[in-house]
């Protein structure tokens, strides 16, 4: 049920235990800036479980309100852009309401894509990225 996610020490905990067990060096999450309350919830909720997480990069969603400002892009080909849209057919009640319009999501994709000259792409804001020290 949708609004009953909280962003508490026991979801942190939850998602840190994750993180070691499976040895994660890249989490993605919901923008800050989401207006859906369980994922502003769980955006904040991973930052603080990930806080030794190398990279934490933050994606933009339906909900997503108009202040998404993304620093980060990966380059998307056509077949994996199609299976992200096969994946997001599982959510046929969030289609049905139109909450998830995956022709809007091709669109962003290809303008996220145009920005960096490219056919498509995803963008992301950074909550942080940490590289090993490199001699100069």
């Known amino acids: 049920a949708d609004g009953f996610i909280p962003f508490d020490q026991k979801t942190t905990s939850e998602i840190e235990d994750y993180i070691k067990r499976f040895n994660i060096n890249t989490v993605y999450g919901h923008t800050r800036n989401d207006g859906h309350q369980d994922h502003h919830n769980l955006s904040r909720a991973t930052s603080a479980a990930a806080r030794k997480v190398p990279q934490i990069l933050l994606y933009e969603c339906p909900s ?73």
């Open 64 to 136: 997503t309100e108009t202040a998404f400002e993304p620093h980060f892009f990966e380059a998307l080909d056509e077949a994996q852009l199609n299976m992200k849209l096969d994946a997001l057919k599982c959510y046929e009640t969030q289609i049905a309401k139109g909450i998830v319009n995956l022709e809007l999501i091709r669109a962003t994709a290809r303008t996220n894509g145009g920005k960096i000259k490219l056919t498509f792409a995803e963008a992301f804001e950074v909550n942080h990225i940490v590289r090993p020290s490199q001699s100069v």
